[in-house]
């Protein structure tokens, strides 16, 4: 029988971005991708978090991040804020440091907002990464559609953690098929790792308009460090100021790319769907 059998879970979302939160501290067990698919295809999350017990002194957890088709992620806003809002009445705190394979995230609670703390950004072709050298990756070379009138073209990319391309348009984002488009970009070969797709519209320098879709899990509701990856891309193209609201579909994150530390600070709502109990039957397949 699966190790996970019969654990308790909880169902949350992060502004629409679905979210399973697997509290493992009592438990020394790797989820595998097979098992994360196979919690995927019962109750379905865009991401599924699982909480371990801490590995380094000053931590207060240890964190993995699967996407839908079971791969992993380094980084993941909207399910780091599910995780603060689960642990955080527990330990008896309103700030907890996580740590995961790749970082350590910092997250806040204020009153019903979560603040995390995502680090740097991350320009440089090679740590994005991109498969050729781009010296600027404020626009790189990239287009997809007719070649004289691409429907999509020039994004700009940068790593919060994960990979991100982000694509401005002059329209509602809702108005491109993104779910027909989204998987020839994440799979381009320009993206050795794939990439989160966005297409974001700026709306004035204080506010954009984002829709994203997901390396791994393709379109969902929202994305915080697509957020977080749309705001600083267009600070440096000084489309916005450094503090923008980013409107996803399943509502709005504030983002602020402090410039003290360059750190991009990414604040949101989250909420509690259901707790839920994983079923042993679900495991069957996923040995
Ligand atoms: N939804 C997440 C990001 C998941 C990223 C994942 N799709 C990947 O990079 O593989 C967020 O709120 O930041």
């Given at each position: ?8 879970y909880a ?8 979210i399973?939160?697997l509290?493992?501290r ?29 590995r380094t002194?000053g ?10 088709d079971?791969?992993?992620?380094g980084?993941?806003g ?14 008896r ?11 350590l ?5 204020q ?8 680090g ?9 990464p ?8 404020r ?9 004289d ?10 790593s919060?953690?994960n990979p ?10 809702a ?6 488009i ?34 791994g899990?393709g379109?969902?509701?929202a994305c915080g460090?697509?957020?977080?990856a ?5 600070a440096?193209?000084?489309r ?12 709005d ?8 530390d360059?750190?991009?600070?990414m604040t949101?709502?989250?909420e509690?769907?259901?707790?839920g ?9 996923a040995?």
């Amino acid at each position: 029988m699966s190790p996970l059998s019969h654990r308790p879970y909880a169902k949350m979302n992060g502004i629409g971005n679905e979210i399973v939160v697997l509290d493992l501290r009592d438990l020394a067990h790797a989820v595998t991708p097979a098992e994360a698919r196979a919690i995927a295809a019962r109750e379905p999350f865009d991401q599924l978090m699982v909480v371990q017990a801490p590995r380094t002194a000053g931590t207060d957890a240890f964190m993995r991040i699967y996407n839908t088709d079971g791969s992993e992620s380094g980084a993941c806003g909207n399910g780091t804020r599910c995780v603060a809002a689960q642990l955080m009445p527990a330990l008896r705190t309103d700030r907890l440091t996580l740590e995961t394979p790749t970082s350590l995230v910092v997250a806040r609670r204020q009153g019903e907002l979560f603040t995390v703390d995502m680090g740097r950004p991350r320009f440089a072709w090679n740590e994005i990464p991109l498969a050729e050298a781009f010296p600027d990756t404020r626009y790189i070379e990239l287009q997809i559609g007719p070649i004289d009138a691409p429907v999509l073209h020039s994004p700009s990319a940068v790593s919060m953690g994960n990979p991100h391309a982000v694509f401005w348009v002059d329209r509602d984002p809702a108005t491109f098929d993104l779910g027909r488009i989204g998987p020839l970009l994440e799979n381009h070969p320009i993206f050795p790792e794939r990439a989160n797709i966005s297409l974001a519209q700026v709306l004035d320098p204080g506010h954009v308009r984002v829709r994203v879709w997901e390396r791994g899990a393709g379109l969902t509701r929202a994305c915080g460090s697509a957020a977080c990856a749309v705001a600083v891309a267009a600070a440096r193209l000084k489309r916005t100021g450094r503090t923008v609201r980013i409107t996803l579909p399943g509502g709005d994150l504030t983002i602020d790319w402090r410039e003290r530390d360059d750190h991009v600070l990414m604040t949101g709502a989250v909420e509690l769907e259901h707790h839920g109990t994983l079923d042993p039957a679900w495991f069957a397949d996923a040995a």
